[in-house]
């Protein structure tokens, strides 16, 4: 019943709309605007634009004040207090330009519309004109993209040597963090070794993945660099870390690399934002299927005194799973009892 | 020579032309076509119809997203299993909706249903030609265009979904039939269709090529080519070195899929096992697919800025300011656009030189735009401005190709773009300067030539309705977005509640989809237009704009052939508006300088000289070939 009630109501109000429609027609007609080169909606189209203008603008100032803090995401990486600069002072010259242009766009249309005792003025070109508005962001461009490069080739120079390195491995629909354990370096992998106990595909008839151990969140130190290896095991995934200003893509068979260093504790992080709950966290920025709106990692960061208090607590995967080093030669597996060993 | 030349082959072409004229039968006239207008109709309606399509996919997903709570039972009946029990709709459906509505829009609707439709209907006009230089391939390039639909249209209703990882269709998420299920049969018919997309582009950028360069009327230089032409040249100019590059991109994606092959393939663990490719780079797709990838956005744009150079100058009723400039400017893009493209992998793992090569690239490209822009505006400057819908469609256009291309200076720059990389700033910034800018153009082209398309005019009261709703809803859609964008919002989520620092806007995201779904019914308004004016609208007068290019010198209803007569000659360029001195505030391009001393410019009076020499030449051709056929 409701259902027809509606559908009886939307037939009437077309119905009215289209007779409104139909008179307006016949009594343009009748009155003859339809012969005039620009009839009365000329001056109410001319109008609508400066009303847009001021409308919109207006709208926009007001939501980009209003919602500041909500929208800049709080900041904890170094390159990233660069990178955040250069975004604004880009903002600043574009929002200039932004604006200019907007209010010569929708002030002319108001300024020279339709006069029949007007004419236009014929102005076909004026070559000094054009040569200023080529040269003139030519230079502003050039200013802008020098910052850029410089703080694009410091961001991706090669790693300090003392950087502490976290493997990141992207899979449908997770990431495995692993650590090189105290002797700071990642032990060979093979994705052909992966199975359901060996996430990573570590290859432990290398030694170095003796003390290889995994967290299921990123620890890393305060203001010391860490290095970020990322790798994906199945499709393309992206790390990305907002708070960092960190994005880099997995790429499976292609390791990639970012090092930053943070600049804030989660404590102190949450202190300034007075938010007990904060975390720093990771997510997927390159579509890899259904669940790629879930994968969520926490990045706790801490002060290195603490970090290095965490190193010593964990548990390599040997340790965990001493099948990992079953089948390893000999002398491998007494390297591996004696890792063991150490842990216990 | 080369007058005579002209001379003769046009008269010749009326000849044939005569032959012809009366055997037309429904299927030769409106389906198997070989008219040149007839085959731009047939685009432009076909692209109408995936603009819809591609704007329903839209709303659905924005459903999702500014109403994540929503119970979409009522969807059930077209969707199916894709509901599900719950009421809530799949995630894996989600990703092949914006894969398909990405798809569709770049594709179907901005690249056949505007470069299609306006290069196969105005070039012939604008430039003085019976026809396109091949009319059957021309009716191939529609064909294919339309079984490549077809094809696309199928695997929508397929029971694993359509193809689903994105537009881009990155390996290896979409060579793996075990990592999603759009990946599956979805993902080959999608190969399929565009196999059969890029033959009809081919197919129709040669044909435009050809015909620009080869079927001028007499005194059609270069140098007096509309705007509009130019663009369309470019674009096909484009469209001819990018596309194939496409098709060896998809091609190797078949090989890594169907023969097992690693292109794109290395190392790789998926669903319990490993596979034995090795050695493949899925950072080779990237490049390969970025090569045609940003070409495209200017495939989709210049057509749009080619109409919205026409559309401003005559409703300005002032030549286009800088018209050598602006086609400067158009050359420049064009070159550029062809060596910018891993601007959109500075974060794919490339070689970072490479990154800031290709930033300093980028942004020269922005050099031009610029010139552009203010080329525009001072265009209107001390106009006598007319706003018909189309004009201002074409406003609303330059308002959104600023927007959205100073956003683009933050994106080239690779810096900023770490953070901004597909977010929705990203998202924000093509959907404006690609999207919105090219729709525009599209709107404001359909405006602008209906008259010549359907000898009828549109409604122009329901034209403004139109365009102002969607000029704010437009604004209102996509400004938001940037925000969401900087606030580090990633694309393609089902659902942003799973992070903490994106667990907010919820109530922006509403807005946004509450706005999209009022744009998209405005657009009724034009669908009704559209159709009701096609054959109830009002009967237009031969040049109702009061221009001065050559498609308003044909009948009210031009047969195949446009001209019932000799095609007319050309003796100015195509933006003599409100000239100093002329009686009326337009001169057409068919009337020779010499019959407008009181208006011509100095460096004009001396070409009055050379067109009568040309003249009487003329006039000696015709007068034999009148003695050969009596």
Not at chain 2, 462 to 485: A, D, E, N, Q, S
Request: hydrophobic letters at 50%; glycine letters at 8%; one cysteine or more.
């Amino acid at each position: 019943m409701y259902g027809f009630l509606i559908a009886v109501g939307i037939l009437l109000l077309i119905s009215i709309i289209w007779m409104v429609y139909r008179i307006q027609t016949l009594v343009s007609v009748v009155k003859g605007s339809d012969k005039k080169v620009a009839s009365g909606s000329n001056k109410v189209n001319a109008m609508m634009f400066v009303l847009f203008l001021v409308g919109t603008g207006g709208l926009m100032f007001w939501y980009s004040i209003k919602e500041f803090d909500n929208y800049n995401l709080p900041l904890a990486s170094e390159h990233g207090a660069v990178t955040d600069q250069l975004f604004w002072i880009t903002m600043a010259v574009t929002g200039v330009i932004f604006i200019i242009t907007h209010i010569l766009l929708f002030w002319f249309p108001y300024k020279y519309q339709y006069k029949e005792d007007r004419k236009a003025s014929f102005y076909p070109d004026n070559n000094k004109l054009e040569v200023i508005w080529t040269v003139v962001p030519a230079i502003v461009l050039a200013l802008l993209v020098i910052g850029g490069w410089k703080a694009w080739s410091d961001i991706t120079k090669p790693a300090p040597e003392n950087a502490h390195v976290v493997e990141l491995l992207g899979y449908q629909f997770a990431w495995e963090v692993r650590y090189p354990g105290m002797d700071n370096v990642l032990g060979a992998n093979d994705y052909r070794l992966t199975n359901a106990s060996n996430v990573s595909g570590v290859d432990f008839s290398d030694k170095n993945a003796h003390d290889d151990f995994n967290s299921p969140v990123v620890v890393i130190p305060k203001g010391e660099p860490v290095l970020f290896k990322i790798r994906a095991r199945d499709v393309l995934h992206s790390v990305f870390a907002p708070h960092m200003r960190l994005k880099m893509d997995a790429v499976p068979g292609m390791p990639t690399k970012f090092w930053f260093v943070a600049t804030k504790t989660t404590e102190e992080m949450r202190a300034e934002l007075n938010d007990p709950e904060f975390e720093y966290e990771i997510a997927c920025t390159e579509v890899c299927g259904k669940g790629h709106f879930s994968m969520r990692r926490v990045i706790n960061v801490v002060e290195p005194a603490e970090y290095r208090k965490w190193l010593a607590e964990q548990k390599p995967y040997i340790v965990n799973n001493p099948a990992l080093v079953e089948n390893l030669s000999p002398e491998l597996k007494e390297l591996a009892e004696i890792t063991i060993s150490e842990h216990k | 020579m080369a007058t005579a030349h002209t001379a003769t082959h046009s008269a010749s072409a009326h000849d044939h032309h005569d032959d012809h004229e009366h055997h037309d039968n429904f299927i030769t006239k409106y389906i198997f076509t070989t008219d040149h207008k007839m085959i731009g109709k047939q685009f432009l309606v076909t692209g109408i119809f995936w603009a819809i399509i591609g704007g329903l996919l839209s709303i659905i997903f924005r459903l999702q997203l500014g109403f994540p709570d929503m119970e979409l039972y009522w969807l059930k009946p077209i969707l199916g299993g894709w509901i599900d029990d719950a009421g809530k709709l799949d995630p894996n459906f989600y990703l092949a909706l914006v894969t398909m509505h990405g798809t569709i829009m770049v594709f179907f609707v901005l690249t056949a249903g505007l470069s299609g439709t306006f290069s196969n209907f105005l070039i012939p006009l604008q430039i003085g030609a019976r026809d396109m230089a091949s009319g059957f391939m021309n009716m191939l390039s529609y064909w294919f265009f339309f079984l490549s639909g077809v094809i696309m249209f199928i695997s929508l209703f397929i029971e694993t979904g359509p193809a689903s990882g994105g537009w881009v269709v990155y390996p290896p998420l979409s060579a793996l039939e075990q990592a999603m299920p759009g990946s599956g049969l979805g993902m080959t018919l999608w190969l399929v269709a565009m196999t059969f997309f890029i033959a009809s582009s081919l197919l129709g950028g040669i044909n435009y090529i050809t015909t620009v360069i080869n079927l001028r009327t007499k005194g059609m230089s270069f140098s007096r080519l509309p705007l509009t032409i130019w663009a369309f040249f470019l674009t096909a100019v484009i469209g001819l070195l990018s596309f194939p590059v496409l098709f060896s991109a998809a091609l190797l994606l078949v090989f890594d899929r169907s023969f097992g092959t690693s292109f794109y393939l290395s190392d790789i663990y998926i669903g319990g096992e490993a596979l034995p490719n090795t050695g493949g780079s899925p950072v080779l797709y990237q490049h390969l697919f970025w090569f045609l990838g940003h070409p495209e956005v200017y495939i989709v744009l210049l057509p749009a800025l080619g109409i919205t150079s026409e559309i401003i100058s005559v409703n300005s009723r002032k030549p286009i300011f800088g018209y050598k400039a602006m086609i400067i400017s158009m050359l420049g893009i064009t070159i550029l656009s062809f060596i910018v493209w891993a601007h959109h992998m500075f974060v794919s793992g490339m070689n970072p030189f490479l990154g800031s090569i290709f930033m300093f690239l980028t942004l020269i490209i922005a050099i031009p735009s610029a010139v552009k822009v203010f080329n525009y505006l001072t265009t209107l400057w001390r106009g006598n401005l007319i706003f018909t819908p189309g004009m201002l469609f074409s406003i609303g256009l330059v308002s959104f190709f600023i927007s959205g291309g100073l956003t683009g200076i933050f994106l080239g720059n690779s810096a900023i773009d770490i953070q901004l990389h597909d977010t929705y700033f990203v998202v924000a910034h093509f959907h404006l300067v690609m999207g919105s800018a090219s729709f525009f153009g599209l709107m404001a082209g359909v405006y602008h030539w209906f008259p010549k398309m359907f000898g009828r005019m549109m409604d122009p009261r329901l034209g403004y309705i139109h365009f102002w709703l969607t000029f704010i809803g437009v604004y209102m859609v996509f400004f938001p977005m940037h925000y969401i964008g900087i606030a580090g919002f990633p694309r393609r989520y089902y659902s942003w509640t799973n992070f903490e620092f994106s667990n907010m806007y919820t109530d922006l995201n509403m807005f946004v989809s509450v706005a999209a779904i009022i744009t998209f019914g405005a657009q009724l308004i034009f669908l009704f237009n559209f159709f009701y004016s096609m054959y109830r609208g009002r009967v237009a007068s031969l040049n109702p704009w009061r221009s001065n290019t050559l498609e308003w010198t044909t009948p009210l209803h031009p047969q195949h052939g446009n001209w019932p007569g000799e095609i007319p000659t050309v003796y100015r360029w195509p933006y003599d508006y409100s000239k100093p001195g002329a009686s009326e505030d337009f001169i057409p391009q068919t009337v020779p300088l010499s019959a407008t001393p009181e208006s011509n410019l100095p460096h004009e009076q001396e070409l009055v000289k050379l067109e009568k020499a040309i003249i009487a030449d003329e006039e000696e051709v015709l007068v034999a070939n009148e003695s050969k056929e009596s």
